[in-house]
Nanobody, 113 residues
Framework: QVQLVESGGGLVQAGRSLTLSCAAS????????MEWYRQAPGKQRDFVAI???????DYASSAKGRFTISRDNAKNTVYLQMNSLEPEDTAVYYC???????WGQGTQVTVSS
């Protein structure tokens, strides 16, 4: 079974950028789609972005224009580049395989004002 490990989180000031990585223990080339979710304190886990094997990409409205999802099949890694970060983006960010119960452990992103 594929395992996912996120990295790249941290503390940044508003307006700055971060790039998150999600490394899979196995090949992602045949995986239909991978997603990013986030969960702020006291709130539900929300969808952020998706990228499919065919190259389809979509974002939550809060992420459009600021976040970019990409995948590198050779490195079995999915990325989430986040620009113009806002305090409202503070959350634990999780990687997820579509249509599975496979999640990473999460990486904390904290944006200070």
């Amino acid at each position: 079974q594929v395992q996912l490990v996120e990295s790249g989180g941290g503390l940044v000031q508003a307006g700055r950028s971060l790039t998150l990585s999600c490394a899979a223990s196995g090949s992602i080339a045949s995986i239909d789609a991978m997603e990013w979710y986030r969960q702020a304190p006291g709130k539900q886990r929300d969808f952020v972005a998706i990228i499919t094997r065919a190259g389809y990409i979509d974002y939550a409205s809060s992420a459009k224009g600021r976040f970019t999802i990409s995948r590198d099949n050779a490195k079995n890694t999915v990325y989430l580049q986040m620009n113009s970060l806002e305090p409202e983006d503070t959350a634990v960010y999780y990687c997820h395989l579509l249509n599975s119960n496979i999640w990473g452990q999460g990486t904390q992103v904290t944006v200070s004002s």
